[in-house]
């Protein structure tokens, strides 16, 4: 028995005698954010983690980074391009938020990155092949390990794009694999912007298909869009990762392979939260950031008394108050019996003191104007319904909704509009943001709507009615919320 216990440790030690360790960074929707915020998060506190790791590593982004904040969005897109650059990215993938402007900006920003855009699920409508611009694939050299990373795309862009289009990304896995088989890789890498877990966009993500489907070809998952935070899952041998949004934070996976065979052997991750005062900030990159800040983003339109969050603190509440303030202020602008406020436009919560300009383009980075019509009770049910399950897409003003959730179905729905109950056949006038209102993402359902039948609010946007309410309104505090009940 002795023997034996000896010979295991032995075998067990050799084996780790033999791994050879690499590095990959990632980050995902960092979304324009350039600068800490409360002492965390940037580009110079990642630079610094990437200044004190090893000298050779993969550093990876799994998309949206082109619009979130006033830099971003003001330079469509370039200046983002810029500071990953700077920072020494080498591979991300398609974002949804990469078409924020349209066809027309995409291009300039795959033009002024360094790195390659990888997405083996995208390609040109005109020839029916990826763009010379982008690859399905490229395979790196990371301090003597090779490791193929495979990207896909996001197949919903903000926007809808004449030039490109989106194939289904499990197919296009395949054949990109195939052609990765040839290369003989030791690690191989799927860079996605899509989640595991989809709970932000009502729908069921392919993602967790990769291991089941792919669990021999392929090692690791990287992912992203629905700003979760995964670490250290597992499907089918496959390590999963996601690591949030807004830079707060980078992942940093430690893979192992054989040192004589190259043979993948592990990997794990781990969440490293970029605090300032623990990580610190790289004086260079830190510098060049600051020339890239826009002018006018200190000026101040009022203060918040407290922390107004995008989400309720009651369980059973699915509108919370910060959501419910600007579909007030909106529905006010708009004049109508109905605001539609959709909760993915709020990006980050007003927080306690001075709002600047730069809050509230962070609150809400889009230029969307708003859009007002007439629908009738038929379409409100409707709406309402195809909008509750998994989780509220919408905030409502003038509207207020009960329900309950009966195995994911939606059951005892009630809707009231002015205090009575919503009639199929009576007329209401409804607005909503411009993205939304003309079929924009989860705004698909006003479709069927006729744009004719629509009409834009002249000389507001969401921002815009956002700084008027904190001039008229502040302090501002909280709103009660209780708008949209799920009953038990």
Known sequence: ????????????????????????????????????????????????????????????????????????????????????????????????????????????????????????????????????????????????????????????????????????????????????????????????????????????????????????????????????????????GVLYVESGCNLQNVSKITVKTDDETGKFISAKSELIPLVIEKVGQDEEIAKYAETLKEPGMDEVFGKAEENITRFSTEPTHKDGPLNDWIADLSRAAAGTQIFVHNNGGTRVDMEKGPVTRRDTTDIHPFDNGVVKMTVDGKFLKYFVKKSLLP????????????????????????????????ENNKKYTLATNSYIGYGGSEGWPFKKIKDSEKQMVEGVTIRSILENGLKTQSPVKAVPTGRIVEFK
């Not at 915020?37 to 506190?45: D, L």
């Not at 083996?120 to 003597?144: S, W």
């Not at 899509?194 to 069921?204: A, E, M, S, W, Y």
């Open 1 to 236: 028995m002795k023997k034996l216990s000896l010979f295991l440790v032995l075998a067990f030690a050799s084996v780790g005698l033999f791994a050879k360790t690499t590095v990959i960074y990632h980050t995902s929707d960092t979304h324009g954010f350039f600068y800490p915020k409360n002492g965390q998060g940037g580009f110079a506190a990642l630079a610094e983690v990437l200044d004190e790791g090893p000298d050779d590593y993969l550093l990876l982004d799994s998309g949206d980074f082109s619009n979130g904040t006033a830099e971003a969005k003001n330079s469509k897109g370039l200046k983002s391009a810029a500071l990953m650059n700077a920072v020494g990215y080498q591979a991300t993938t398609i974002g949804n938020h990469e078409f924020d402007f349209r066809d027309a900006g995409f291009e300039p920003i795959l033009q002024n990155l360094k790195f390659p855009v990888l997405a083996a699920n995208f390609l040109e409508r005109k020839t029916g092949k990826i763009p010379p611009l982008i690859l399905p694939y490229k395979i790196f050299d990371v301090d003597g390990v090779s490791i193929a990373v495979i990207g896909l795309a996001n197949r919903v862009p903000t926007n809808d794009d004449k030039t490109y289009k989106f194939t289904k990304p499990l197919p296009a896995l395949k054949k990109a694999l195939k052609a990765v088989e040839q290369e003989n890789p030791d690690v191989v890498v799927v860079l996605v912007h899509d989640g595991l877990r989809d709970v932000k966009h009502g729908t069921q993500a392919y993602v967790g298909k990769i291991g089941k489907k792919f669990g021999d070809e392929v090692n690791i998952v990287l992912g992203g869009h629905v700003h979760n935070i995964v670490q250290n899952e597992y499907i089918n």
């Open 391 to 422: 989780r509220s897409l919408f905030t409502y003003s003038g509207m207020t909704i009960t329900y309950r959730n009966k195995n994911g179905k939606v059951k005892d729905l009630q809707i009231m509009v002015d205090g009575k109950p919503v």
